[in-house]
């Protein structure tokens, strides 16, 4: 495996059900984002983890809570979302320096649709 | 006023055209540009990456910087079937030490380059 996986590649869930999205990166990076990817939108920064510590939080709804046990895996916890909640999530891994701007390797994304 | 600003498209051109995309912004703080590309289905891959104003060249791929217009430009030639994709401009400011630079992506502009 190289790169950044994501699982699942798709996922379809109802209101009221509990389900996990997985990321895993194989580059040996330092620091792990979770993106919301909306049709017509930018990319939407919702947490950074920094060393497995969360250093931000982009003032996202707590129906989602992301967990990063060691520095190659990263998860976003659901519960109880919303329609509008429906989009592709992506997750991306970066190598922080302080060298150099922060290029950010992405994972293919899970395509939630919430029923 | 968005902090990035992309033109969505769609653009569509013949095989063999010189394609433009471009992308204004409003934070002089940024410091690193970059663009990425993202096909159908998958996630955003790193395209090109420059710093500060200037031109940089790779292939058929030219990316210019101009700081003093704050404005971003991806110059495509001889464009091709499979450079049908989602192109999109993200930038940050300086980023010291460990501290990561947020990305700020624009809305990506969809491009179809048809035989």
Redesign the interface.
């Known amino acids: 495996e190289t790169g950044v996986t994501q699982t699942p590649r798709h996922l379809v869930m109802g209101m009221t059900n509990k389900k996990s999205l997985k990321c895993e990166q194989h580059l040996g990076h330092n620091a792990m984002y979770w993106y919301k990817q909306s049709a017509k939108k930018p990319l939407e920064l919702m947490f950074v983890y920094s060393l497995e510590e969360r250093v931000e939080n982009n003032s996202v709804p707590s129906r989602f809570s992301p967990e990063c046990p060691n520095s190659s895996h990263l998860f976003l916890h659901l519960h109880t979302l919303q329609p509008e909640d429906s989009a592709l999530y992506l997750c991306a891994s970066s190598q922080l320096t302080g060298e150099r701007g922060d290029i950010q390797y992405f994972g293919a994304g899970t395509r939630l649709s919430v029923l | 006023q968005?902090e990035?600003e992309?033109d969505?498209g769609p653009l569509s051109v013949p095989e063999g055209a010189i394609v433009s995309l471009n992308c204004t912004y409003s934070n002089s703080a940024f410091?690193?540009f970059?663009w990425?590309r993202q096909y159908s289905?998958?996630?955003?891959?790193?395209l090109m990456?420059t710093?500060s104003s200037g031109n940089k060249e790779d292939g058929r791929f030219t990316a210019q910087v101009d700081k003093s217009s704050k404005y971003i430009s991806l110059f495509i030639r001889d464009s091709q079937p499979s450079d049908s994709a989602t192109y999109?401009c993200a930038m940050?400011p300086?980023?010291?030490?460990?501290?990561?630079?947020?990305?700020?992506?624009?809305?990506?502009t969809i491009l179809t380059v048809h035989p």
């Open positions: 968005k990035v992309q969505p410091q690193y970059m990425y289905r998958k996630g955003p891959e790193l990456y710093y999109l940050s300086y980023a010291g030490g460990t501290s990561y630079g947020k990305l700020t992506f624009g809305q990506g």
